[in-house]
């Protein structure tokens, strides 16, 4: 019955040494996650650095899309105006040679 007793207390400081170190190894790894995951942070934290400057560029691109749509809307009513009075004045032109020829 001792050599069993013995037996068992060696089995059972095995197995609390295995678990010691298996809480170790869990401890660790856990460290090393932590790191890595901050690592990870810090580069997305760049990667969103690098898309704000994408977006101010983007919205420099549309202030300059606007200023172009401004421009082309202008031309169009000239452009509209124009043709509205060459339209009145061959209007005239026809009038007066339609009563020049009644």
């Known amino acids: 019955m001792d050599d069993l007793s013995i037996k068992m207390d060696e ?6 040494n295995g678990f010691n170190r298996l809480d170790a190894d869990i401890r660790a790894l856990r460290n090393e996650t932590k790191a890595e995951f901050g690592r990870i942070d810090k580069r997305f934290e760049q990667v969103d650095k690098r898309f704000e400057k994408v977006d101010e560029r983007f919205e420099k691109v549309d202030e300059r899309f606007e200023r172009i749509d401004q421009r082309f809307e202008s031309l169009h009513r000239l452009m509209l105006m124009f043709a509205s009075g060459l339209s009145i004045a061959l209007l005239g032109v ?3 040679l339609l009563a020049a020829l009644l």
């Open 11 to 16: 089995l059972a400081l095995r197995m609390d």
């Open 94 to 96: 026809l009038g007066t």
